[in-house]
Nanobody, 128 residues
Framework: QVQLVESGGGLVQPGGSLRLSCAAS????????VGWFRQAPGKEREGVSF????????YYSDSVRGRFTVSLDDAKATAYLHMNNLKPEDTAVYYC?????????????????????WGQGTQVTVSS
């Protein structure tokens, strides 16, 4: 059973930085991707970034490209999302997901795939 634990959220002023962590366990995929998603109040969940374990190639949504950096520590099965120059519109609960790269990429598409292993998420609030 896949278990995901997100942490590192908090309250930060505009322009500030945070580093989120996603600790994954219970999966045995030799090739996988870790995706970061967020959901703001009253809005649908949106894909933010993902990284593949094979070559650590990252993907970023237009809204965060240039400000966020995703990384992966394979040995610890932990992914990180380094968020810089945070904006009020980044306020959301942030979640991670682990699955095959094709499944994770489908989750970024409009009406993307369902996911059965969401963690509790971590709240990020950007406000002065």
């Amino acid at each position: 059973q896949v278990q995901l634990v997100e942490s590192g959220g908090g309250l930060v002023q505009p322009g500030g930085s945070l580093r989120l962590s996603c600790a994954a366990s219970g999966f045995t995929l030799p090739v996988y991707a870790v995706g970061w998603f967020r959901q703001a109040p009253g809005k649908e969940r949106e894909g933010v970034s993902f990284i593949k374990n094979t070559d650590h190639s990252p993907y970023y949504s237009d809204s965060v490209r240039g400000r966020f950096t995703v990384s992966l520590d394979d040995a610890k099965a932990t992914a990180y999302l380094h968020m810089n120059n945070l904006k009020p519109e980044d306020t959301a609960v942030y979640y991670c997901a682990v699955d095959t790269p094709s499944i994770i990429m489908k989750m970024f598409l409009p009406g993307g795939s369902d996911y059965d292993h969401w963690g509790q998420g971590t709240q990020v609030t950007v406000s002065s």
